[in-house]
T-cell receptor
Framework: AQSVTQLGSHVSVSEGALVLLRCNYS??????LFWYVQYPNQGLQLLLK??????LVKGINGFEAEFKKSETSFHLTKPSAHMSDAAEYFC???????????FGTGTKLQVIP | DTAVSQTPKYLVTQMGNDKSIKCEQN?????MYWYKQDSKKFLKIMFS???????INETVPNRFSPKSPDKAHLNLHINSLELGDSAVYFC????????????FGQGTRLTVV
């Protein structure tokens, strides 16, 4: 069975500062990994995903994440936070086949002007 | 055009009632899902259908019954609603199960009073 741990249910950064949202996973097989963003009263939107190949993945809105197998991590970063980045962020892991996607518990990002 | 649309967006109902939530996707995807997001934003899969066939059925009370009349539609019927059913229900779809870049609907906020 797989699991996802997101460290920090709330993260606050100043506008223009680095954003770092942490995600660690466990999976019995090499998984697919995802980051989703949820704005208030909205559904989830895919930010980026890792399937195979390059371990540094670039997504929308200037976000990127690096898959580190040795650390079983897939942390999300953005060099400079913008007010519009304030939202809930979910990390998810998928082992493949007909298995389910498991989501982390989410990290709420607050951007302080 | 909305990719994944679900109706209604808000649903307030009394305990013991039966209600349905409808979902349609116009992306030509093979796989559709229902997720439940509780008040703490925890997101959990309930059901998954691939080409109208049920492939994932998590531990969900049998008061919840999904129905997929065709691969573009996945409806959720809930019998004998309970207070604990209050949550946001998300429909999602993906091209196929091995590519779970899921596209989410806007959610249905169900409140049981």
């Amino acid at each position: 069975a797989q699991s996802v741990t997101q460290l920090g249910s709330h993260v606050s950064v100043s506008e223009g500062a680095l954003v770092l949202l942490r995600c660690n996973y466990s999976s019995s097989v090499p998984p697919y990994l995802f980051w989703y963003v949820q704005y208030p009263n909205q559904g989830l939107q895919l930010l980026l995903k890792y399937t195979t190949g390059a371990t540094l993945v670039k997504g929308i809105n200037g976000f990127e994440a690096e898959f580190k197998k040795s650390e079983t991590s897939f942390h999300l970063t953005k060099p400079s936070a913008h007010m519009s980045d304030a939202a809930e962020y979910f990390c998810a892991v998928f082992p493949g086949g007909y298995q389910k996607v498991t989501f982390g518990t989410g990290t709420k990002l607050q951007v302080i002007p | 055009d909305t990719a994944v649309s679900q109706t209604p967006k808000y649903l307030v109902t009394q305990m013991g009632n039966d209600k349905s939530i409808k979902c349609e996707q116009n992306l030509g995807h093979d796989t559709m899902y229902w997720y439940k997001q509780d008040s703490k934003k925890f997101l959990k899969i309930m059901f998954s259908y691939n080409n109208k066939e049920l492939i994932i059925n998590e531990t969900v009370p049998n008061r919840f019954s999904p129905k997929s009349p065709d691969k573009a539609h996945l409806n959720l019927h809930i019998n004998s609603l309970e207070l604990g059913d209050s949550a946001v229900y998300f429909c999602a779809s993906s091209l196929r199960t091995v590519n779970t870049e899921a596209f989410f609907g806007q959610g249905t906020r169900l409140t049981v009073v």
